[in-house]
């Protein structure tokens, strides 16, 4: 199911990301103290009064060797692309500028609902000078401070009486997965190549694809669903060149799939970005798959792959759990493995464990490892058992949290990986004080 999508956009010192990290909450901070799992965000998951929804924080979106001006008008294009529902955030302090009379412009020509958040209220005397905003033509201005948190709720309850249902039925037995990766690494080459006819553009240069084509096939009985994460859903509105965007559209992909193929260009090697896309799919929860790609073109001895793999896994740290395949779009190299993989790691994500073996394993697991202790105090578990899946979710049940130390848990993943396997999906283990 597709999340409806909120843009906050607006000119810079608006306080556009205090208010992206204010709706975001704690979803925003990663709780992961593994190196390599990007804190740079543009994009994250908020929830009010039940209903969950995708944001996007327009100014972390740089695109650059534009003029001011000129950025601030591709950002608020992006938001009218990208989202159901825009925030248009100004401050109170400057009042109306001609970048804010740039922005409600572009809006007005947009079709989708604006809101428009007037920041930087935090003293309650202030509310009186929102009324000049009302020159923006975008309705009633709504009072917030994006510090302090007060106004927000009532922007909520308006954003989210915009947003549809989503009617788009989940089909049963469907598998969906998506290549990922930053532009160039040949995505749409193995789209191509995978399917064995030229379904989308194929282009040296990044950035090509323009339109999202999600596209059905059947191997060995199983259906899949392959979303083309490149697409764009108008033509002529494109910034490619931009990192950050690249990742963005690479999110709205992740967040459709059961699967995520990551792709690295064996030429190129691994580069940061590489790093930021799949940091969002282990962080999601998706089953990850690394697709090395271009690998006939490499020159190779009887040390090459395995030299790129421990870069891989250097590099990738917290993906450690996930495959790694080697191919070539060109020739066709193991395409032909990728839809037996992607079937394993989506058995895998939904794979249940009973919790009588499940609390076997972790007796094992402390008789080869005690658990720590702090100030004479033993960390004591009494009870696991798994709660969820996609990604599988285990609750351990302990005297005191704060006595499970990151390591350790690090470790119960393992032993629980070496009993189970678990390939290609990430594991959550969550702690709870036994009442």
């Known amino acids: 199911m597709t999340q409806p999508t909120l843009a906050i956009v607006g000119r810079p010192n608006v306080g556009k990301s205090t208010v992206f990290n204010r709706i975001a909450g704690e979803r925003i901070s990663i709780v992961e103290d593994i190196a390599g799992v990007t804190r740079d965000r543009i994009y994250a998951t908020g929830e009010w009064l039940g209903k969950e929804f995708s944001i996007i924080d327009t100014g972390g979106i740089e695109l650059s060797d534009a003029p001011f001006m000129e950025q601030i008008k591709q950002q608020a294009e992006i938001a009218i692309e990208e989202a159901d529902v825009i925030l248009m955030v100004v401050s109170v302090q400057e009042g109306i500028t ?17 809101i428009l958040v007037v920041n930087k209220i935090d003293n309650p005397g202030l509310r009186n000078e929102i009324y000049e905003f009302y020159s923006l033509g975008l309705g009633d201005p709504y009072p917030i401070s994006g510090a302090h948190g ?8 308006k954003a989210i009486s915009y947003f549809k249902e ?5 089909e049963e037995g ?3 997965f ?4 930053r532009p160039n690494v040949g995505k749409s080459s193995l789209i191509n190549a995978l399917l ?3 379904r989308v553009i194929v282009s040296d240069i990044a950035g090509t ?19 083309d994460t490149a697409g764009i859903r108008k033509r002529g509105k494109v910034y490619e060149s931009t990192e950050k965007y690249s990742v963005l559209r690479a999110m709205r992909a992740i967040e459709r799939s059961d699967v995520v193929l990551m792709v690295l260009n064996a030429e190129e090697g691994i580069i940061e970005q590489d790093k930021k896309v799949a940091g969002y799919a282990h962080e999601a929860g998706k089953g990850v798959i690394i697709v090395v ?33 080697f191919v070539s779009a060109k020739t066709k190299q193991r395409l032909a493995n990728l839809p037996e993989m992607i079937a394993e790691v989506s058995e895998n994500q939904n794979l249940r464990i009973s919790s009588s073996v499940l609390n076997e394993v972790i007796l094992d697991a402390i008789a080869i490892n005690p658990t720590p202790t702090d100030k004479g105090k033993r960390l004591k578990i009494f009870y696991t058992t798994q709660v969820a899946i996609k990604p599988p979710t285990f609750v351990v049940f302990v005297n005191e949290e704060e006595m499970m130390h990151f390591s350790y848990k690090r470790f119960l993943e393992n032993q629980i990986r070496q009993a189970f396997g678990f390939v290609g999906t990430p594991i959550r283990i969550i702690t709870r004080k036994r009442k």
Request: aromatic residues 8%.
């Open 293 to 325: 790609n271009k690998w006939d073109l490499i020159d190779k001895d009887d040390h090459s792959m395995q030299k790129f793999t421990d870069d891989i896994r250097n590099e990738f740290l917290y993906l450690d759990y996930a495959p790694i395949i």
């Open 178 to 181: 998506s290549f990922i990766g």
């Open 150 to 157: 007060t106004g927000l709720g009532d922007v909520l309850d």
């Open 166 to 170: 989503d009617d788009e039925p989940e």
């Open 98 to 114: 001609d970048a804010d009379d740039l922005v409600a412009k572009i809006l007005h020509r947009s079709k989708k609902p604006i």
């Open 209 to 227: 694809t323009r339109d999202a084509i999600d596209t059905r096939f059947e191997a060995d009985g199983q259906k899949y669903m392959m979303i």
């Open 174 to 176: 469907l598998l969906k």
């Open 196 to 198: 064995g006819e030229n």
